[in-house]
Nanobody, 115 residues
């Protein structure tokens, strides 16, 4: 099993920045691909970014060029650096991984961007 705990959310003005963290339990973190998702009120949960075990990354078009995902294997942690935030980025942000065909999710962290 893997436990995921997100942190770093908050209230920020449009144009500002936040850095989210997701800490994972277990000794196999370095082999896991990790993802960030978000869910805005009344909307479906959507994929935001992925980082592979190789540290290669991929981003949704809506955040490309503004968000950067990274990982620090020594701390079992992934990060999502969010710059140039927009009100449309307001959502609960979740990290997720998959192990043995089972998806593991964190509890989420709220990001609110005011205009």
């Amino acid at each position: 099993q893997v436990q995921l705990v997100e942190s770093g959310g908050g209230l920020v003005q449009a144009g500002g920045s936040l850095r989210l963290s997701c800490a994972a339990s277990g000794s196999i973190f370095r082999f896991l691909s990790m993802k960030w998702y978000r869910q805005a009120p009344g909307k479906e949960r959507e994929w935001v970014a992925t980082i592979a075990s190789s540290s290669s990354t991929d981003y949704a078009d809506s955040v490309k060029g503004r968000f950067t995902m990274s990982r620090e294997n020594a701390k079992n942690t992934v990060y999502l650096q969010m710059n140039s935030l927009k009100p449309a980025d307001t959502a609960v942000y979740y990290c997720k991984t998959t192990l043995g065909y089972v998806d593991y999710w964190g509890q989420g962290t709220q990001v609110t961007v005011s205009s």
